[in-house]
């Protein structure tokens, strides 16, 4: 369904396990962000009231994922790290299309949403099939269901909104790019690390 190159290898949740508190950390931060991400788009676009409608609702649902990685990591006695820069999210921003119509950037900001999405899905699948932890385990699980609704969203939005860029195109063309970024990637306890 995700269309992705190159899945996650089972291993990395091995380096995920040697440091909970890193991937928490890491996890509650990418909550924060794409929750930021959620309500430029939505600012940026406010003429759109279904998409305003939509986005809204995935950005609660961000922040109380937030709220509930926050909570996980209080109960484990553990606290909260600093933000992260998020290096392949850093890489993916840099591929999106900025120049061209409003449209345009428009269009891509929603496919550089989706595909952020769908490797959050791809990751919380890989570590709810593999984390011996079982509550993190059932945690994951039903977080990856939920960041499969919101790609699917990204794209609906995309395809219903493009004025003249060929979204199918345009989203092989992410995945592509995102299949050969990721091999640099899945080495740190982090979400897309």
């Not at 909260?80 to 993916?92: M, P, W």
Request: hydrophobic letters at 40%; a negative charge.
């Amino acid at each position: 369904m995700l269309g992705l190159k190159l899945k996650t290898d089972p291993r990395w949740v091995t380096i995920v396990e040697s440091n909970i508190e890193e991937i928490l950390t890491d996890h509650a931060w990418c909550e924060q962000k794409a929750a930021t991400n959620i309500i430029t788009l939505i600012a940026y676009n406010s003429e759109h009231v279904d998409l305003v409608t939509d986005l809204l609702e995935i950005a609660k649902e961000e922040i109380e994922h937030f709220q509930r990685v926050h909570n996980i990591i209080k109960e484990r006695g553990l606290t909260l790290g600093r933000e992260r820069k998020d290096h392949y999210v850093n890489e993916l921003f840099k591929f999106m299309r900025k120049d061209g119509s409003r449209n345009d950037s428009f269009i891509d900001r929603l496919l550089f949403s989706a595909m952020i999405e769908a490797r959050s899905c791809e990751r919380f699948k890989v570590l709810s099939q593999n984390i011996e932890d079982p509550a993190l385990a059932e945690f994951y699980r039903e977080l990856m269901i939920s960041e499969a609704g919101h790609y699917t969203t990204f794209l609906r939005f995309a395809r219903k909104y493009s004025e003249k860029v060929d979204v199918d195109k345009r989203w092989q063309e992410w995945l592509d790019f995102e299949g050969e970024l990721i091999t640099n990637y899945g080495k740190q306890e982090t979400v897309h690390g």
